[in-house]
């Protein structure tokens, strides 16, 4: 399903929101002396990221029917989301992409994709221990881990507790 001039039109306004509502979330956790991971690696085209997309909302949009309809209907009619599942856990609605073709592994309306799809990764930074999805040639890095490598050199490791602490601390290159 290509998207047709409004749908576009629609949405760049809901990326324009999302570019500047990320922007300013970033610059006030940036404030507050949070500092996410760096990102290493580089796309594959794997397309997994575009398998099964997951929005996690806030209390809201979950707990209120009104809302919570809204919110769906939005990425159906806009992004081409069909609802596929939910985890109460983490309050994730996940979704099939209608853009995304299986068989060729690509986005049929790659240039009017929503802001979520275009900041993947970078969102999981945030996060303390962040996993990238399976084959993903992405990954994370900590901002001192030449340091911290060098940190590690120094001690007396066995090749096991060397690999588990460049691998846990985020220091692959």
């Not at 996410?36 to 029917?65: H, K, S």
Request: net charge positive; hydrophobic share 40%.
């Amino acid at each position: 399903m290509r998207d047709g001039r409004v749908r576009r039109a629609l949405k760049r306004l809901a990326l324009a929101n999302f570019v500047l509502s990320v922007h300013a979330t970033r610059a006030f956790r940036l404030l507050r002396g949070e500092r996410p991971l760096r990102l290493g690696g580089d796309c594959r085209r794997c397309a997994r990221c575009c398998e099964a997309p997951g929005i996690a909302v806030g209390r809201l949009v979950w707990y209120v029917p009104l809302l919570r309809r809204g919110f769906l209907a939005w990425q159906a009619r806009v992004n081409g989301f069909e609802l596929t599942g939910r985890d109460r856990a983490s309050r994730t609605f996940v979704f099939r992409c209608s853009h995304f073709d299986a068989a060729t592994r690509s986005c049929d309306s790659y240039d009017s994709r929503p802001g979520m799809c275009r900041d993947y990764p970078r969102l999981l930074l945030w996060q303390p221990a962040p996993e990238m999805l399976p084959g993903c040639g992405y990954r994370p890095l900590a901002w001192n881990a030449a340091r911290l490598k060098k940190a590690l050199a120094a001690q007396e490791l066995t090749p096991d507790q060397r690999a588990r602490l460049t691998r846990d601390l985020f220091l692959d290159d």
